[in-house]
């Protein structure tokens, strides 16, 4: 793997230009006439710089990137715009005017993409040896077979990919491996530059960080640039040098990430960083951005994020400001602002719209003395067979045990989080409860009579009593219906609707309740036609349909905008208390999980590790994994995103570690950890932990 000598001032704003995108248009060829969806970008990206492009979906960013790239697929067209590639010798190249042949030898060599989604973006049917080998033989055609599995080994280690995985497929992976394997192909020939288009969206929080730190290491190492695209504006500060802030596709703020960290000069930018929940200061109530993104095929006249703007003044609607250098008292020459609140030369002070939570110094003590809880777990299980051997006679009787002794409460008017990776059982809890999934063994109780079978009367009363909202507002709505369909359907089953007229109207304060009006505006809409959050919000208002006592809420937020899971997590919190709902938010986000819930249950291979008050177990972990997920989650004041160590992937739930689960990746293991199961041990304030530490 080549090391590149660092440039004089690599990274800062003197060292040389590599990518320069100048005044860039792309368009969508629609029947209906062309669509904007970048307009008039000029950006430059400096030699060993992170250059972060931040902005909700719909933004541009991808598009921008694939422009970039010439990966623009039909309808998408490049309107107009350079884009020059400046090489380490020789003189600069136009992206734009570059032959199929040209751009065959650009890319990868010269320019990589690491895409968003790794299960997408690699060929599920061939295994991930063929498919590094495969870049290599396309590029370097002279290179000898040998020396090529000699590279593909490099890469798997680069990366932290043991060798014995090469033949693995996709499907065979985890998503922090196949994100690592599309950033091993991505490295392959050593390029220039690197674009990462949000590659850790789809990742939890620990396998995000740790993700990040390699490839923060591997451009230092290496000497490579990075665009990196992403809506996590709070994660962006902490990896970028400088911060280009993206809306209705055109750049509004752009200056260094500390910059835009302490003084943001954009309503937008300020909305964005400002929209999420943070594992220091007061808890608050916050409510980010208000409204939705525009429509880029009716954009509002004037500055298109007017409709959203809590400092819109007289002009606003007529007139687009340009981006211009912000004449904030301190800001560098290169902070420019498109906005119109600097056109008199003053400088407004922007506040976030958020009310305090807090009581006593921030402590928050779950007391549920003399209540009953509305639903009761105990001794919960759930065991997956695995079956091996070419019959299933001859079959190993292995298990996955997903869920393994869990026990836990809920009670009407709280929200408990339950918190964790992917992979140690958070969702299979939340099926065994609405009975998608039987359980394998423990008791589960409603209202103080358990549920035996997944049968008879009292099996209808309790899935009409326990909703589930699921993680994909994508995938969870029938693509056929409509909104009213939708909504219309579980009142019918659950006899709450004995005629159309009173579905209609039962319908439309579904919708005025979770926010969506006037009603019928959405009644008639088919789920291709909504946002992701108004998808979630009908998610939410289907489950209410059934007028339940618990909602289990599996993932909620995690495939929405940053601005968008707010108002979600807002929705839910409000329907929990006005209603008198219990409530199961589950999550890999702790940071959240402290904004949002009473009380925090932390699960790891199987098992709850630890709980409490969330502000306490958010703010003073216990256990060796909570501190890990407290400290993997996004925070612009940390120095640097080496912090958090890799301690690599969750113990298999087949063979799953002796003793404590997390002993394997803990760096505080002691032989007893190896060897015997932990139990609860009380500690302050209702908090516990299951630790030999203690």
């Not at 042949?101 to 989604?117: G, N, Y």
């Not at 220091?280 to 980010?288: M, N």
């Not at 549920?451 to 056929?480: A, M, W």
């Not at 979600?568 to 402290?594: E, F």
Request: aromatic share 6%.
């Amino acid at each position: 793997m080549e090391t590149r000598p660092p440039d004089e001032g690599s990274g800062s704003t003197t060292s040389p230009v590599v990518l320069e995108i100048e005044d860039l248009d792309v368009d969508y060829e629609l029947s209906t006439g062309p669509l904007p969806a970048v307009r008039q970008v000029s950006l430059s990206l400096r030699r060993g710089q992170v250059l972060g492009i931040a902005g909700e979906s719909g933004s541009g960013k991808s598009t921008l990137a694939y422009a970039v790239t010439r990966l623009l697929r039909p309808p998408g067209v490049i309107a107009g715009g350079r884009v020059r590639y400046h090489p380490r010798s020789g003189p600069a190249v136009d992206v734009l005017a570059m032959s199929d042949d040209q751009l065959r030898a650009f890319r990868w060599a010269e320019l990589a993409i690491v895409f968003q989604s790794a299960m997408n973006a690699l060929n599920p049917v061939l295994n991930l040896r063929v498919q590094i080998l495969d870049v290599l033989a396309a590029h370097r055609p002279e290179m000898r077979h040998q020396d090529r599995l000699d590279r593909m080994a490099e890469l798997l280690k680069l990366v932290g990919i043991s060798g014995d995985r090469a033949k693995a497929f996709p499907h065979e992976l985890s998503g922090g491996m196949r994100q690592r394997a599309m950033i091993a192909i991505a490295l392959a020939l050593d390029p220039e530059i690197i674009i990462l288009d949000e590659p850790t969206t789809a990742l939890d929080v620990v396998m995000q960080r740790q993700i990040l730190s390699e490839i923060m290491g591997l451009r230092s190492r290496l000497g490579f640039s990075v665009i990196f695209i992403t809506h996590d504006l709070s994660l962006l500060i902490e990896v970028a040098d400088e911060i280009a802030v993206m809306y209705a596709g055109r750049v509004v703020e752009q200056c260094r990430s500390e910059e835009i960290y302490k003084t943001p000069r954009h309503p937008y930018s300020y909305g964005l960083l400002n929209s999420f929940p943070l594992l220091h200061g007061p808890r608050q109530t916050l409510t980010g951005i208000m409204g939705f993104p525009p429509d880029m095929r009716s954009l509002p006249p004037g500055c298109p994020f007017h409709p959203r703007c809590e400092y819109v003044h007289e002009g606003c609607d007529r007139v687009r400001p340009p981006l211009r250098v912000s004449p904030a008292p301190g800001d560098t020459p290169d902070h420019v602002v498109a906005c119109s609140l600097y056109d008199d030369r003053s400088v407004p002070e922007l506040k976030a719209r958020a009310v305090s939570l807090a009581s006593n110094d921030g402590a928050q003590i779950s007391d549920h003395a003399g209540e009953e809880p509305v639903l009761s777990v105990k001794g919960l299980q759930k065991f997956f067979p695995v079956h091996q051997g070419p019959r299933r006679s001859q079959a190993v009787r292995r298990v996955v045990r997903a869920v393994d002794d869990i026990s836990l409460e809920l009670y009407a008017g709280k929200v408990t989080a339950l918190v964790g990776e992917s992979g140690s059982g958070k969702s299979t809890i939340g099926r065994v409860l609405s009975q998608l999934y039987s359980a394998t063994g423990g008791t589960i109780t409603l209202n103080g009579r358990p549920i035996k079978t997944r049968r008879g009367r009292r099996h209808r009363e309790y899935v009409r009593d326990v909703q589930i909202v699921l993680q994909d507002p994508f995938s969870s709505l029938n693509p056929l219906h409509t909104v009213g369909y939708h909504l219309a359907r579980p009142l019918v089953i659950h006899g709450f609707a004995r005629s159309g007229r009173r579905a209609r109207a039962a319908v439309e304060k579904l919708l005025a309740d979770v926010q969506l009006t006037p009603a019928d505006q959405f009644v008639s809409k088919y789920p291709h036609e909504l946002s992701g959050g108004q998808r979630q919000r009908i998610a939410v208002a289907r489950a209410l349909a059934a007028q339940p006592s618990v909602i289990l809420a599996d993932e909620p937020v995690s495939m929405l905008d940053v601005s968008t899971r707010l108002g979600v997590l807002n929705l839910l919190r409000g329907l929990a208390t006005d209603r008198h709902l219990a409530l199961l938010y589950i999550t890999h986000d702790i940071a959240s999980a402290r904004y949002f819930a009473d009380t925090t249950l932390v699960m790891y291979g199987g098992q709850l590790i630890e709980g409490g008050p969330s502000e306490q177990v958010a703010l003073r972990p216990a256990h060796p994994y909570t501190q890990l997920l407290r400290d993997s989650a996004p925070n612009p004041e940390r120095e640097s995103t080496s912090t958090v160590p890799s301690t690599g992937e969750p113990p298999s739930l087949i063979n799953p570690p002796s003793g404590c689960r997390f002993h394997p990746r803990c760096p505080h293991v002691m032989d007893i950890c190896k060897e015997q199961k932990p139990g609860q041990i009380e500690l302050e304030g209702g908090q516990w932990a299951a630790c030999w530490l203690y």
